[in-house]
């Protein structure tokens, strides 16, 4: 179980910082115990050790350890992270989210240059650039996702480029900066229903989102576009198929779907365990709809096996096409 307070981020001698201030008045909500189908290797092979030291040694954030992903052991352990820019504190307080709260410092400028070197040093051919929300910048982070994303062309040039954004909400322009880097893959995650946004996803806007994917396909057709939500949180099987169907007039090419974990007893409740059966009903689903590409299991993430995917993208598209 994942605590409210980070006692690494504290100096000796000095209180350690809340990592959620805005949850620590919240009341306990009941942590369910996990199926069996939810099982997940522990941390520590060589390669994820190095892994582990590269990421430190360019003093780097991922998402990998500020959102607790179950998966961390695997991908770590072939060499696969995704790299949280911006620092490692969000302006939003997402009732799901196991990433710190508060007010950031100010944007690392070097960060660019070390992601670069991170990505060269680790050998990747896929990597994954996602950030916090930064509502207090003025184009909430695009130019730094851009910088971000030359440093990589600039010092890994064959690696290709998954970006999942923030929503850039009321940031007129920012989207368009981050089209214009070109990554190869624009993510950007729905989370839940929009039903559920009140309660789970307060400060974005359903709508906002959707039309924020299907604004990448227009500024740029032959991006692969993607999205994911995770279940349990509440939702009706109902409410995803329209999700999905919000998606496919998007032209959203990738769907993701996986099991919510509560972090800690301070956050959402898992309110249902899906089975695997079910995911696999959604997935059938979701290919008739029409997407390109659909991951749906219990432990599925946003950036899980992202690489091979991206692989996976290209075929089916070139499929079609024939």
């Not at 990589?152 to 989207?175: C, H, M, N, W």
Request: proline share 7%.
């Amino acid at each position: 179980m994942v605590t409210l307070i980070n006692t690494l981020d504290a100096p000796a001698g000095e209180q350690p910082r809340p990592r959620h201030p805005e949850k620590a008045n919240r009341p306990d909500t009941p942590v369910l115990k996990k199926p069996d189908w939810i099982r997940v290797r522990a941390p520590g092979s060589p390669v994820w050790r190095e892994t582990q030291g590269i990421v430190r040694e360019n003093k780097l954030v991922t998402v990998c350890e500020e959102a607790g992903c179950p998966n961390i052991g695997e991908c770590w352990s072939k060499k696969h992270a995704s790299f949280m820019i911006l620092g490692d504190t969000c302006t939003r307080a997402c009732a799901f989210c196991n990433v710190r709260t508060g007010m950031p410092g100010a944007v690392d400028e070097s960060e660019p240059e070390h992601i670069g070197t991170a990505v060269a040093q680790m050998g990747l051919e896929h990597v994954v650039i996602t950030s916090v929300d930064r509502d207090d910048l003025a184009d909430g982070g695009a130019t730094h996702f851009a910088n971000v994303i030359r440093s990589i062309r600039r010092l890994s040039p064959k690696t290709t480029i998954e970006v999942l954004t923030p929503d850039f909400l009321r940031k007129p322009g920012a989207l368009e900066i981050v089209v214009e880097a070109r990554p190869d893959v624009f993510n950007h995650n729905l989370e839940t229903v929009p039903s559920l946004y009140l309660t789970v996803r307060p400060g974005a806007r359903y709508f906002h989102s959707i039309r924020l994917l299907q604004r990448v396909k227009e500024l740029d057709s032959n991006m692969f576009t993607k999205s994911g939500i995770m279940v349990g949180l509440g939702e009706e099987r109902n409410e995803i198929l329209q999700l999905m169907d919000d998606l496919r007039t998007a032209e959203v090419d990738f769907l993701t779907m996986g099991q919510y974990l509560q972090p800690t007893r301070k956050h959402h409740p898992v309110k249902s365990f899906v089975t695997p059966d079910a995911f696999k009903s959604y997935e059938t689903i979701a290919y008739a709809k029409g997407f390109l590409l659909v991951s749906a299991s219990p432990l599925t993430r946003s950036s899980h096996h992202a690489g091979e995917d991206f692989a996976k993208l290209k075929a089916a598209r070139e499929s079609r096409a024939a």
